[in-house]
């Protein structure tokens, strides 16, 4: 994780996707038919990656998309790291099939970032930090009408552990993306 936020902080993203190609390629060397990239800010670089990786890739953001779409959810917060939030490749990957992504406003998200990089990845998960993330959640539906909750990063669903917030549906990207991993191998 550390490596991947180097990348970031520096905005280096070719040495993001030359070292994900580099780790795929060890995986397709090893025998595997097919890769995930498990995190979401990574994906930042994943066309780039995908396009040139020696195996397919399964996208988090597109397992994703298909699992909105699937329970017909139209208007969806985002929430993540400040790189995944401000990126564009959630919302292009969504705006394919009609589906409107919002993010929490600059506050929000400077919080949400601080709170993910500096208490949840270190497995600190305060009820305080909850209840603030929830109270994001209540905003964007006030302001929004948002019918879900996009919880990019790993540790999101660790602190909102329930599936849904006041019949607002949370989105666990790495329960999704371990979901289509699985169909893939099942295939």
Excluded: W
Excluded at 144 to 158: K, M, Q, R, Y
């Amino acid at each position: 994780m550390k490596k991947g936020l180097d990348f970031m902080e520096a905005n280096n993203l070719a040495g993001m996707a030359e070292y994900l190609l580099e780790e795929i390629g060890k995986l397709a060397r090893a025998g595997a038919t097919f890769g995930l990239i498990s995190a979401n800010t990574p994906h930042i670089v994943f066309d780039q990656v995908a396009s040139k990786a020696p195996i397919p890739l399964i996208s988090i953001v597109e397992a994703t998309c298909a699992a909105a779409k699937a329970r017909t959810l139209k208007r969806l917060a985002l929430f993540g790291t400040r790189y995944t939030m401000q990126a564009t490749f959630y919302p292009k990957v969504f705006s394919r099939e009609g589906i409107e992504l919002l993010v929490p406003g600059m506050g929000d998200q400077t919080y949400i970032h601080d709170k993910y990089l500096n208490e949840l990845v270190s497995g600190k998960f305060l009820p305080e930090t909850r209840v603030a993330l929830l109270a994001i959640v209540d905003r964007m539906k006030a302001k929004h009408d948002i019918d879900g909750v996009i919880l990019a990063g790993t540790e999101l669903p660790l602190i909102l552990r329930h599936r849904e917030h006041t019949g607002i549906p949370f989105l666990d990207t790495t329960e999704i993306h371990c979901e289509a991993a699985v169909t893939e191998m099942l295939s």
